[in-house]
Each structure stands twice: as structure tokens, then as C-alpha cells.
């Protein structure tokens, strides 16, 4: 219903662009069950190719990312959530705007309330600022555990780190990311999360 929503949804001027809407993608239900992975990955927005395609992260980041999330066990096939801030692309794959995150924030809400993560990897200093509602950036924030509270008031670990797209613009950041995704898979292993 959350994405039947989605599809329709006007409530920006995003709508008027888009190609597809782009909910969020991760494992499909098997014989009519679904069971919510316990790992949500957020990132800001979709780009070019997700509005192409209507699914996230699809593009060269998009290659990044599945190849950082294998790296420590996870998949969006099998244990993770993947969804961004904005469900629709900005024009020129700008950063969305507070205005547009604000209006799309009820569907990432409910997202986060039906799936019910048990931790959260944020993706990038938009992401970053708009769920933990910082002014700070992902260099400062980045690889330190948060909590973040959901709706219903229930809190959940939340670590952050570099978007892909930067990684592909600057390879300084692999390693500080790296670090990010070592930490996240030790809070992993502690919280006993897979």
C-alpha cells in the first residue's frame, strides 16, 4: 500500500520529472511470506538510472554499494533493506532539498515502522542530516554509533558513512568507508543482528 502511495504521490514538484518512482529494493517474498531483513540502508535520492529503472542504487554507485555490502554479509537479496530519503530523482541529480525530504519523510517513516530494522547504515551527509537532524557532516559523523528513534519510540543502532558516488569521485575516502563498514559489522556481530 506504502508503494501503491509512492507511485501516486504529489505532493512535490519532483513528481513532475520523474520516470519512476523509486521505493526501495530488498529480498522478495518467498511463497507469499516476507520477513524484513534486519539491515536498512538509506541513502538521498534517487538518480538517472534508479528513475530509469525504479529501483535504488542500480547505477555505478549502485555497483559500489553491492560490492560494500558483500564485503560484510550483507545482500538486498537476502538480508537487507535498501531506500533513499527522496523517492523521487532531483533534477540533474541535485541533492534534494529540505522541503522535498520533508515531504517524502512520512514514507520512509512508515518503511522503517513495517520493516522494523534491528540497525540502519546511513549513506552520505544528506541522508546523514536529514535522519539524525544534525548540521554536522558524514566527515565528522561518520563511523560513530547513533540511535535513532522511530516513530513508535523505539530506538535503533544507526552508523553512517560515506555515499558511494563520493567513493567514486575520491579515492581517499575507501579506507575511512572501509573502517565505517568494519565497525557496522562488528556492531553487527555484537547485537547478534544476523
Not at 5 to 21: E, G
Not at 24 to 41: C, E, M, Q, R, Y
Not at 149 to 170: F, K, N, Q, V
Request: proline residues 6%.
Amino acid at each position: 500500500e506504502i508503494k501503491e502511495d509512492v507511485a501516486v504521490c504529489k505532493l512535490c514538484s519532483l513528481c513532475k520529472n520523474r520516470t519512476n518512482t523509486v521505493f526501495g529494493d530488498g529480498p522478495k517474498n518467498i511463497d507469499g511470506k516476507f520477513s524484513p531483513p534486519p539491515i536498512l540502508v538509506i541513502g538521498e535520492a534517487p538518480g538517472a538510472d534508479e528513475d530509469a529503472q525504479g529501483l535504488p542504487f542500480v547505477g555505478a554507485s549502485g555497483k559500489l554499494l553491492d560490492k560494500m555490502l558483500m564485503a560484510i554479509g550483507l545482500s538486498r537479496t537476502t538480508n537487507c533493506f535498501i531506500a533513499n530519503m527522496v523517492k523521487c530523482r532531483p533534477t540533474n541529480n541535485r541533492n534534494p532539498q529540505s522541503s522535498e525530504i520533508e515531504c517524502c519523510s512520512h514514507f520512509l517513516s512508515e518503511q522503517i515502522r513495517l520493516l522494523r530494522p534491528k540497525m540502519i547504515l546511513i549513506l552520505g551527509t544528506v541522508a546523514l542530516k536529514a535522519m539524525l537532524k544534525t548540521s554536522e557532516g558524514i566527515s565528522h559523523l561518520h563511523g560513530k554509533l547513533f540511535q535513532y528513534s522511530s516513530a513508535d519510540g523505539s530506538l535503533i543502532p544507526t552508523i553512517a558513512t560515506y555515499h558511494p558516488s563520493a567513493l567514486l569521485r575520491d579515492e581517499n575516502l575507501k579506507r575511512p568507508a572501509w573502517d565505517d563498514l568494519k565497525f557496522f559489522r562488528a556492531k553487527m556481530a555484537e547485537l547478534d543482528v544476523l
